[in-house]
């Protein structure tokens, strides 16, 4: 294999000028040198050494995007919008899971911040944890005094730059909408009670029939996931609630949900309505179509990487409204 040394004697110049111009180093080589030894390594066939580049530049060229679970299309498609503008940057993603283990995330901050990432983008909610939110600040403070760019997509919580799905207000006007579709008594699949995400999707939700002067829905915690709406589902069912609409606060617990009321004999939107939140791509292949708040999740992913280039002294919040997209999981109610 082709080493640095090589190239550096065939074009009869100093190991360190030859890192510096195949390494990106900031200090500058004369047009002369340089063009003597990109010519020799290129008549050798030498392969630039990326982690002897990010030494020499100060940072590499990589963004660590740290999402909480892979398998999830919420955070597909944040991804997706992270590395297209990645690529609009030249730069590369590498990408992390946390599943959802708040000292997984620390860790991977601390990796990325050993391999000189240019930059961390950190998408996914918080949990109810000071302590641990102290410490990912901590480590989030230490990589950027050493250079770093950081941006998070959530909550606005950790004084960094942050991309902030507006949550509360967009279940809020879910429930004002299911509203006008007649609806009066409702249920919710809340999440985890200690994930701030669920916390504020439930409340908005609450909020919005509070000022409508209706009951308080049920309301059934669960996983934040596929299995966590089905087996809430389930439970709501042998609750007998009388609630004639259900709010999952998130889509992919709507999917689990759906497929649990079908198992129970719950037709959806027969004998109950069923809405959901982020409209996550494979919606579309769902039957009934879901009604759901749309957030512009890629757009997201793109904002975050626009932050986190751009420096700035003040942390900025950028705040991302919901849709309301009313489809055919909610039927109509005359009023009563």
Do not use: W
């Not at 989030?140 to 949550?167: C, E, H, K, W």
């Not at 509360?168 to 200690?194: E, I, S, T, Y």
């Not at 179509?289 to 002294?313: C, E, I, K, N, Y």
């Amino acid at each position: 294999m082709v080493t640095l040394e090589d190239v550096a004697r065939d074009a009869g110049v100093s190991l360190a000028t030859a890192s510096r111009v195949l390494n990106g180093s900031s200090r500058r080589v004369g047009a002369a040198l340089r063009a003597r030894v990109e010519s020799s390594a290129a008549r050798l066939g030498y392969r630039v050494d990326a982690t002897a580049q990010a030494l020499a530049r100060g940072a590499s060229n990589v963004v660590g995007l740290v999402i909480q679970d892979l398998t999830d299309p919420y955070f597909a498609a944040i991804a997706d919008g992270a590395i297209r503008a990645a690529d609009r940057h030249d730069m590369v993603v590498t990408l992390g899971t946390t599943y959802r283990d708040p000292q997984r995330e620390i860790a991977l901050v601390a990796t990325l911040n050993a391999q000189r990432a240019r930059a961390v983008l950190i998408a996914g909610s918080r949990v109810v944890d000071d302590a641990m939110i102290r410490r990912l600040r901590a480590e989030l403070d230490f990589y950027r005094a050493s250079g770093g760019r950081v941006a998070m997509i959530g909550q606005d919580l950790l004084g960094i730059d942050t991309v902030t799905p507006l949550n509360h207000d967009g279940a809020r006007k879910l429930a004002l909408a299911l509203a006008g579709q007649g609806h009066r008594r409702f249920a919710v699949l809340a999440g985890p009670p200690n994930l701030y995400t669920a916390i504020d999707r439930a409340a908005g939700f609450a909020q919005g029939l509070r000022e409508l002067g209706l009951p308080a829905p049920i309301v059934v915690n669960g996983g934040f996931d596929r299995d966590g709406g089905y087996d809430a589902a389930v439970e709501l069912v042998s609750m007998d609630t009388g609630a004639t609409c259900v709010f999952a606060v998130n889509d992919v617990m709507a999917v689990g949900a759906l497929a649990a009321f079908r198992e129970q004999g719950v037709d959806v939107p027969g004998d109950l309505s069923m809405a959901g939140f982020d409209d996550i791509a494979s919606l579309r292949d769902l039957a009934p179509a879901l009604t759901t708040v749309r957030l512009p999740l890629a757009r997201m992913g793109s904002l975050a990487l626009d932050l986190a280039l751009s420096p700035d002294d003040v942390p900025r919040r950028t705040p991302v409204e919901g849709e309301v997209v009313l489809r055919e999981s909610v039927r109509k109610l005359a009023n009563t």
